[in-house]
Nanobody, 122 residues
Framework: QVQLVESGGGLVQAGGSLRLSCAASGRTFSTYDMGWYRQAPGKGREFVASISWSGGTTYYANSVKGRFTISRDDANNTVCLQMNSLKPEDTAIYYC???????????????WGQGTRVTVSS
């Protein structure tokens, strides 16, 4: 079982940037598609972005397209989310995980980590 530890969240003003990181245990990290998800206060968890195991294909939720960029570093078993032009509606706890497939991104393979909180003030 892969364990996931997210970091990099914080408080930022609207228009600002943050870079989230997810450290994954396990020797098979490079074989998994990876993704970022978020859960806003009072709402369900939603897909944000994913990257294929090769790094060659990425998907983004429409709400973050053009502002967020997902990347991965297989040598260090990490996946990152660069978030620019942040908006108050991006406020949420952000989690990483591995989607079960490129087309079924809302179902994931591993237990959820503790997440990292992002708060965007207006």
């Amino acid at each position: 079982q892969v364990q996931l530890v997210e970091s990099g969240g914080g408080l930022v003003q609207a228009g600002g940037s943050l870079r989230l990181s997810c450290a994954a245990s396990g020797r098979t990290f490079s074989t998994y598609d990876m993704g970022w998800y978020r859960q806003a206060p009072g709402k369900g968890r939603e897909f944000v972005a994913s990257i294929s195991w090769s790094g060659g294909t990425t998907y983004y939720a429409n709400s973050v397209k053009g502002r967020f960029t997902i990347s991965r570093d297989d040598a260090n078993n990490t996946v990152c989310l660069q978030m620019n032009s942040l908006k108050p509606e991006d406020t949420a706890i952000y989690y990483c995980n591995a989607p079960i497939s490129a087309t079924v991104r809302n179902l994931v393979k591993f237990n959820w980590g503790q997440g990292t909180r992002v708060t965007v003030s207006s």
